[in-house]
């Protein structure tokens, strides 16, 4: 049977039956059934002092012996299918245990990003309709304010409370769960606009994990063997709907950390002893800042997967460190419907080739004109499955707003915004989102190209690149920097002048910064993507302030 007409993708190679997990908690039992005393989960003595738990690990056992008693509650008190739950525990273990034992009870859990405010939280209460918010105790009174702003009721608890009676009965209290009932509502970063809900079901998450554990190549993940760590949130869907899945699937470990901590990242690897790591591009680049030792490669890691490394680094970070960084593109929407990734010699490291599609995925390149480009030649993006159902393993839709949905989906593709070239050898290599693209005259600059470069400064800590309005040329390219260390006025104008230079030798000298804002933190989301659109309504701020440094007559061709 091919991967695209298998119910569960991968499945097999993960060694379940297909018809023993219509659902994601189903998926968990028939794990804890097979791999009882193997651990599920770990949490690392730093990660525990952070959050104020306790370190060690969970097996699949005691972890399903919780989540049935965490489901008895909850069915207690009245929750059921049609319902939707909020989970803001940031990546406590806890967060994992409620969402299999609501998802048991056909509930569906929204992910509930700890940095959001007022009228985030106002928005997404609101949006989402959640009956019940299970949360940090310091940020229930956060919640409250919002239900009672958006009007909705909202029942609230932490993690180790009993479950309070549901403010709403169940709106299908009678269904029963499987794999198109809603599993999740997970909303996009929003770093172009208010974010959208995207509903996803129980075949996404399965399908997503299932994908990953037998996607094989230098991506094989073993049978009960694998512990892989990942500083990602769970209210990302790598970390959410791959890492935890694959584990799930594959009766491997999952290490959650609460956050990436560069100084500290290596002793973690070690400490847990991880075969496998997730990243984003942020983090290579900040990995090999640090200095050269010995034990670079004194670690038990097979593989990284992730996506967005610089790729001037990609080939050093992999020759000092020792171990692959498997680039992949997908999106929240796509899940594993359409995912690519370049797990399969030749990777041709250091050119933002992400490899190509499978047979169950296809891939069309399009141009501003609507024709298809040149090999070699950008187009955007367009992805749907293989097989009858174009839309089998995506997301169900966005809540509340099938005009949006409709518009993704226009044509019968799904239309991803990422702007792509196709080489000679069938290759995809990610060029830049459409929307981060910088038109200066007539040249098409992307800001991720851009960004990889500054960052490779050492006095660079991170940066982000934006377009700013210019009256002769467009567009003109605007960096904000932040440093390892403050600078005064004096020192910025000669730090700006320097990551020109530094700019200059390795780009097109249109690419170079015409204005660098020196600036104490970039707009990120919880995944550390950076606010495109809070960014892009800074750059039109910005020219003009003291701390933003004119740098458009340093930008010359160089030899």
Not at 71 to 89: C, D, E, F, K, N
Request: aromatic letters at 8%; glycine letters at 10%.
């Amino acid at each position: 049977m091919s991967a695209s007409s298998h119910p569960f993708p991968g499945s097999t190679a993960a060694g379940l039956e297909p018809a023993a997990q219509p659902t994601v908690a189903t998926a968990f039992a028939a794990a804890a059934a097979r791999w009882g005393d193997r651990p599920f989960v770990q949490v690392l003595p730093e990660t525990a002092a952070v959050y104020g738990i306790e370190a060690g690990e969970l097996s699949y056992a005691q972890a399903l012996a919780r989540v049935q008693s965490l489901r008895a509650a909850y069915a207690g008190a009245g929750y059921g299918a049609g319902h939707r739950v909020g989970l803001l525990l940031e990546n406590r273990p806890a967060f994992l245990l409620h969402w299999f034992a609501l998802n048991a009870l056909g509930v569906s859990v929204v992910p509930i990003n700890a940095d959001l405010r007022s009228a985030e939280l106002e928005y997404l209460v609101g949006h989402s309709e959640i009956v019940l918010a299970v949360a940090l105790p310091r940020r229930h009174a956060d919640l409250a304010a919002a239900a009672r702003a958006a009007g909705r009721p909202l029942a609230l608890m932490t993690y180790t409370d009993a479950p309070p009676p549901t403010v709403l009965p169940p709106p299908h209290a009678d269904a029963e769960s499987g794999l198109h009932t809603e599993c999740g509502l997970l909303y996009t970063s929003g770093t172009t606009g208010r974010p959208k809900g995207c509903v996803l079901t129980n075949r996404y998450y399965l399908h997503s994990g299932a994908w990953y554990a037998g996607v094989g190549g230098m991506a094989a993940l073993r049978l009960g063997q694998e512990r892989m760590l990942t500083p990602l949130p769970l209210v990302h869907m790598n970390a959410k709907a791959y890492s935890v899945m694959a584990m799930v699937l594959t009766g491997g470990c999952l290490i959650l950390l609460d956050r990436f901590h560069p100084g500290t990242w290596w002793d973690s690897v070690r400490a847990c002893g991880a075969s496998v790591v997730h990243y984003l591009g942020v983090m290579p680049a900040m990995l090999m800042k640090a200095p050269p030792r010995d034990d670079d490669c004194a670690h038990a890691v097979r593989f990284g997967f992730g996506a967005g490394v610089e790729r001037a680094l990609h080939a050093p970070f992999e020759a000092r460190f020792g171990f692959p960084l498997l680039e992949a593109w997908a999106m929240t929407e796509t899940g594993a419907g359409a995912v690519v990734m370049a797990n399969r010699e030749p990777r041709q490291v250091g050119t933002n080739c992400f490899g190509r599609e499978g047979a169950d995925v296809e891939v069309r390149l399009v141009a501003d004109d609507g024709s298809d480009p040149a090999r070699g030649e950008p187009g955007e993006l367009w992805v749907r499955h293989a097989g009858p159902d174009p839309r089998d393993g995506f997301f169900a839709g966005y809540l509340k707003d099938p005009e949006a949905t409709a518009e993704a989906w226009a044509g019968g593709w799904f239309h991803t915004g990422d702007i792509v070239s196709r080489d000679t050898d069938g290759q995809l290599h990610f060029i830049d989102r459409r929307k981060n693209v910088i038109r200066r005259s007539g040249e098409n600059i992307s800001a991720v190209e851009v960004e990889g470069v500054l960052n490779q400064h050492p006095a660079v800590k991170a940066c982000a690149v934006a377009a700013t309005p210019d009256a002769v040329r467009g567009d003109e390219v605007l960096a904000c920097v932040v440093l390892h260390e403050s600078a005064d006025a004096a020192a910025r104008a000669a730090l700006a002048a320097a990551l020109v230079e530094h700019a200059l030798q390795r780009l097109a000298y249109y690419k170079a910064p015409g204005w660098v804002a020196f600036v104490d933190a970039l707009p990120l989301t919880a995944s550390q993507k950076i606010q495109r659109g809070e960014l892009k309504a800074l750059a039109q701020a910005l020219p003009g302030q003291a701390h933003c440094v004119d740098t458009r007559a340093l930008k010359r061709r160089v030899g």
